[in-house]
C-alpha cells in the first residue's frame, strides 16, 4: 500500500512526523512525504526534519508564499503531477493551512481516497482562513481524524456518516510526549538567563492579529505593559516580522531591555521555552493545545477557539486584544497557584500508532 504524506507548514512538520513513524512501524505500508514549500526558510521548515527524525521530504513542491488562491493554485498544480506519477493508494493531509486544502481537493477530483487528520475542528469564524481549509476539507475527505469530543460533534452536525470519523487523540501530542525529555535537556533559558516560571512566552501569527496596523499596535502595546513585570521572550514568526518592520513596532520590542525578540526557534527550544515559561501568550493553534498538556498557564488572544478541549480542560483562556486587560491578567495568573490539568481524552502519545492501525486496515 503507498500513502502519500503532505506536509507544507511549521506546525504540519509535528503531525506527520509520529504518522510517518507509525505507518512504517505497522508494516506492509510504502509511506511517502511530500513537502509542498509552503514554508521553506531553515527556521520554518528544514530544522524540524533534522529535529524530529523526518527523512528527506521524497518530493518538494517549492511553492513558497503568495495570496491564496497563488498559493493553493501552485500546490494543486504541483501536487495533481506527483499524484499522476506515483499513483498512491491513500493521501493524508493535516491541520488547517493551504497545503492541507490544496492537496486535499487534488486527491478528491483524482479520486484518491483522502484520510484528513485534525478532522472537526471549527471556530465558526469564517473570515479565518483555516476554517474555510477545515470545513472544505472534511468535507471531501473519506477518513476523519479526530482529536477531540467538539469535532466528532461538529461533523455529525454537518452530516459526516459515523463509519467515516474516527476518534484517535492528537497525533501533535505524540510528538510532544516524545521529545520533552530532549527539550528539558536544552541550553537556550540558560544562555538568556531565564529562570523557571519567571518570564512570559509569546507567539503570535494570526492575519486579525499582525496584519492590520492597529491591531498589531494592540499586541506591541501589551507587550510593553506585561515586560514592565516579566521578562517577554518572543520568537517572531516571519509573516509578523515583516508587519512589526512596517509598523515601526519591531524597533520598540527591540530596544526593550526586558523583550526578547528571537527569530523562530527550533522545536526542541520552543518546548523547553514553553515548559520553563510562567505563562504563554500566542494565537497558535498547536501552542493551546501542548499548553495543555505540559500544564502552562495559556492566554489566547482570540474571540474564539477551535481547540474548545484547551479550555474546558486545560489550562487555555481566550482575551480580548485590549492592553490593560492582557496586563491584568497576565499579572493574575503569573502568581496564582497552578491547578493540575486534566488530560484530555486520548491524548496519550499513541495517537499516531491508532491511525496507522486505521490505514493498515484499509489494504
Ligand atoms: C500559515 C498558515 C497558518 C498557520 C501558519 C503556521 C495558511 C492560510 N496559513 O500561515 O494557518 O498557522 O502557517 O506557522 O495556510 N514566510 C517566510 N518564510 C517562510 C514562510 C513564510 O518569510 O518559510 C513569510 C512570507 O512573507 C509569507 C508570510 O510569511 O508571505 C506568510 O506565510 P504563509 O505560509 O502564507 O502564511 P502563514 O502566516 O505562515
Ligand atoms: N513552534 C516552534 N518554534 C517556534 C514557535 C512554535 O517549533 O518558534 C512550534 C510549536 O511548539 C508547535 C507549532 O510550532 O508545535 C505550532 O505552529 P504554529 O504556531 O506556527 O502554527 P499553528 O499551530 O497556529 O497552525
Same mark, same amino acid.
Given at each position: ?61 517549492? /511553492?513558497?508564499?503568495?495570496? &491564496? ?10 501536487? #495533481?503531477? +506527483? @499524484?499522476? =506519477? ?113 518570564? /512570559?512566552?509569546?507567539?503570535? &501569527? ?10 498589531? #499596535?494592540? +499586541? @506591541?502595546? =501589551? ?141
Amino acid at each position: 500500500m503507498k500513502v502519500l504524506s503532505v506536509v507544507g507548514a511549521r506546525p504540519n512538520f509535528m503531525k506527520i512526523a509520529p504518522v510517518h513513524q507509525a505507518l512504517l512501524e505497522v508494516g506492509g505500508i510504502n509511506s511517502r512525504i511530500v513537502h509542498t514549500g509552503q514554508h521553506y526558510d531553515e527556521k520554518m521548515s528544514d530544522i524540524f526534519f533534522r529535529q524530529l527524525g523526518l527523512p528527506e521530504p521524497h518530493v518538494y513542491l517549492d /511553492v513558497h508564499s503568495g495570496s &491564496h488562491a497563488e498559493q493553493t493554485g501552485r500546490v494543486m498544480m504541483a501536487f #495533481e503531477r +506527483v @499524484v499522476w =506519477a506515483e499513483e498512491p493508494d491513500l493521501i493524508i493531509v493535516v491541520g488547517d493551512v493551504n497545503s492541507t486544502l490544496a492537496c486535499g481537493l487534488v486527491a478528491a477530483k483524482l479520486h484518491v481516497p483522502l484520510a484528513h487528520v485534525e478532522a472537526g475542528l471549527r471556530s465558526h469564524d469564517r473570515r479565518m482562513p483555516e476554517e474555510i481549509n477545515r470545513m472544505v476539507t472534511d468535507r471531501i475527505s473519506d477518513h476523519l481524524f479526530v482529536t477531540e469530543q467538539s469535532g466528532i460533534q461538529h461533523l455529525k452536525a454537518e452530516g459526516v456518516p459515523d463509519e467515516r470519523v474516527h476518534f484517535v487523540g492528537n497525533v501533535m501530542i505524540d510528538t510532544l510526549l516524545r521529545f520533552r525529555d530532549q527539550a528539558a535537556r536544552s541550553d537556550l533559558r540558560n544562555q538568556y538567563s531565564l529562570c523557571q516560571g519567571s518570564y /512570559v512566552l509569546v507567539t503570535m &501569527h494570526r492575519p486579525s492579529n499582525v496584519d492590520i496596523p492597529e491591531h498589531l #499596535e494592540a +499586541v @506591541v502595546k =501589551a507587550l510593553e505593559l506585561v515586560a514592565q513585570d516579566h521578562p517577554v521572550v518572543f520568537p517572531v514568526h516571519p509573516r509578523t516580522r515583516k508587519y512589526l518592520a512596517q509598523g515601526g513596532g519591531l524597533g520598540r520590542l527591540e530596544r526593550h531591555q526586558s523583550i526578547f525578540l528571537m527569530e523562530p526557534v527550533g522545536y526542541v527550544e520552543f518546548v523547553h521555552l514553553m515548559e520553563g515559561a510562567g505563562l504563554v501568550m500566542t494565537d497558535s493553534g498547536g501552542v493551546q493545545e501542548e499548553t495543555t498538556v505540559l500544564g502552562v498557564p495559556c492566554l489566547t488572544v482570540r474571540p474564539h477557539t477551535e481547540r474548545p478541549v484547551t479550555v474546558d480542560h486545560g489550562t487555555n483562556e481566550l482575551i480580548e486584544r485590549d492592553p490593560q486587560a492582557i496586563h491584568a491578567r497576565v499579572r493574575e495568573r503569573m502568581t496564582a497557584p497552578r491547578s493540575n490539568p486534566v488530560m484530555p481524552p486520548l491524548w496519550d502519545g499513541r495517537a499516531s500508532h491508532r491511525i496507522a492501525r486505521i490505514v493498515a486496515g484499509l489494504s
